[in-house]
């Protein structure tokens, strides 16, 4: 890898203060970053890469072939202009203010300027510990770090805002975890993912400054990000914080929309894990909703509360985007134009889930009495237990001037139980009889409603099961699964023949199988 193709300017690290100390051991920092080298690993070995975020790093197939690149992204080896560093932040856990959290486990290499001028940060998770890794080893399994992988690069090609990955590597070394907090702490192989975004700015990187009362850092911390990352906006002071917080709103409400268009739940959407850039970044304990349930959340740490659960995520981001209202507050001299950002969440929201309803039903447009139609439609795939994913798909292949009834076998890969398919069906048959009259008064023809449908609605998506298997045969050595997987989730939309096994319902012995439901902080 000739060490010029990469180039960094590293803003963060020399336009905003850092860490006084360059002290190992884990303490409170004050400023907003501390510099950190990764540890070296013993057999660093490239496992998977993302052959379009290479393209765009302008790294050619010899250069990812090359033993240097394992060696770099595997934290042994720093390129020229590599200056590594950990970012200080706090955030809200579960609702509770958590003090200084910062990146306990994520060593930023560079921000790297690729040929077309944009900044693109690279990020080692798994590299080893930070003054911010809160008594961990900074070191990541292959299990977290494989679903990390995976799901960074299918949310892309899902056309969801996401940070991507460039890489994973398996270190060759053992990591101890245990993975459900119950006591039983085990060896497992070892990787390091490198994550790739133009900026992993969180709310909660506003919110530590705000809550030591360091207003310079606050200030300072606003005004880059707004210059750096926000270079489409211009004036000065307050309205210029203002037009700045306002874009960050609307910027979560199209994420929000996306999520709940495609079914994924993240898990964990405290502040520190929400991007300023509207991004979906820390791929946890994240899951997909198979039936369709808006009380599940993947997460164990959640089981209780379910404060993070499929429904709720865009009632959690506007909670979110409240507490970074009250931290850039000081800035203001007035609550106004903050409230006004939030009015902009809520509009944009409302804007967007409206339009992904027509879309996923295959209208022109939206009325009250779709949207509620959509309601009455997800109240029965509740109560009857009917795959999200698999429904929507085989509704784009629903005829409205065909007779309903003998259509409705269309649907029947879609349900878990037997019992409540029998149960709802005169239900479902009165629900499809009103949308083919709506569809019969609608504008589009059949071919553009299907091809509006299938832009909407996923064939493929990335299954807690089928990530389960990818990594069960990685840990036994097999690379391949996870290369297969990635290469499916590639073209969500698009039928794949020979595929259709990636595009089945959840499998019953996947229903309580550790891995494929409920997942801990750790994995």
Request: aromatic share 10%.
């Amino acid at each position: 890898m000739h060490p010029m193709r990469l180039r960094f300017d590293n803003r963060f690290l020399h336009e905003l203060p850092g860490d006084p100390s360059d002290e190992p051991g884990i303490r409170q920092v004050p400023g907003a970053w501390s510099r950190v080298r990764p540890m070296p690993v013993a057999a660093p070995r490239l496992v998977a890469h993302s052959r379009e975020m290479a393209e765009t790093l302008g790294l050619s197939d010899a250069d990812i072939a090359s033993p240097e690149f394992a060696q770099v992204f595997g934290g042994n080896l720093l390129l020229p202009g590599m200056e590594p560093i950990a970012v200080n932040y706090g955030g809200h856990q579960f609702g509770h203010w958590a003090g200084q959290l910062g990146d306990g486990r994520a060593i930023t290499l560079g921000e790297a300027i690729d040929a077309d001028g944009h900044r693109l940060e690279l990020q080692l998770k798994g590299a080893g510990p930070t003054p911010y890794s809160r008594s961990a080893d900074g070191r990541a399994v292959m299990r977290s770090s494989i679903r990390e992988f995976l799901c960074s690069e299918a949310m892309h090609h899902l056309g969801v805002p996401t940070t991507r990955a460039l890489s994973l590597v398996a270190t060759g070394e053992p990591v101890v975890r245990d993975m459900f907090y119950d006591g039983h702490p085990k060896e497992e192989p070892g990787a390091i993912v490198c994550r790739v975004s133009p900026s992993f700015i969180r709310f909660g990187n506003f919110e530590l400054p705000y809550a030591r009362g360091d207003l310079d850092l606050l200030r300072a911390l606003v005004r880059f990000c707004i210059d750096r990352d926000f270079p489409e906006l211009h004036g000065e002071g307050e309205s210029l914080y203002a037009d700045w917080f306002a874009t960050v709103c609307e910027r979560t409400a199209v994420l929000m929309a996306h999520w709940m268009r495609v079914g994924f739940v993240h898990g964990v959407m405290n502040t520190d894990n929400l991007s300023i850039l509207g991004l979906t970044i820390d791929y946890g304990p994240y899951g997909w909703i198979d039936d369709f349930d808006p009380d599940w959340t993947p997460n164990t740490t959640d089981a209780g509360g379910r404060r993070y659960r499929f429904g709720w995520q865009p009632k959690i981001a506007y909670w979110n985007l409240t507490r970074l209202a009250h931290a850039i507050s000081p800035l203001f001299t007035d609550v106004a134009p903050l409230n006004a950002g939030l009015q902009r969440y809520m509009d944009r929201f409302v804007a967007e889930d409206t339009e992904n309803v027509a879309r996923k039903l295959g209208y022109a447009s939206c009325s009250e009495a779709d949207a509620e139609r959509m309601a009455a439609l997800h109240a029965l795939l509740q109560v009857a237990e009917v795959d999200m994913t698999l429904w929507f798909r085989a509704l784009g292949r629903f005829d409205p001037r065909g007779d309903v009834a003998p259509q409705f076998a269309l649907f029947d890969a879609a349900f878990y139980d037997d019992d409540k398919r029998t149960q709802s069906t005169p239900a479902f048959l009165e629900w499809l009889e009103g949308h083919a009259a709506r569809l019969r008064q609608d504008p589009l023809t059949a071919a553009e409603r299907r091809a509006r449908m299938d832009a909407a609605n996923p064939k493929y998506v990335l299954r807690n099961y089928l990530a389960q298997e990818a990594i069960d045969r990685a840990e036994q050595g097999d690379d391949a699964a996870v290369m297969e997987l990635l290469d499916v989730m590639r073209r969500p939309y698009d039928e794949q023949p020979g595929r259709e096994r990636f595009a089945q319902r959840r499998p019953d012995w996947a229903r309580s199988k550790a891995g494929c439901s409920m997942l801990s902080c750790s994995s």
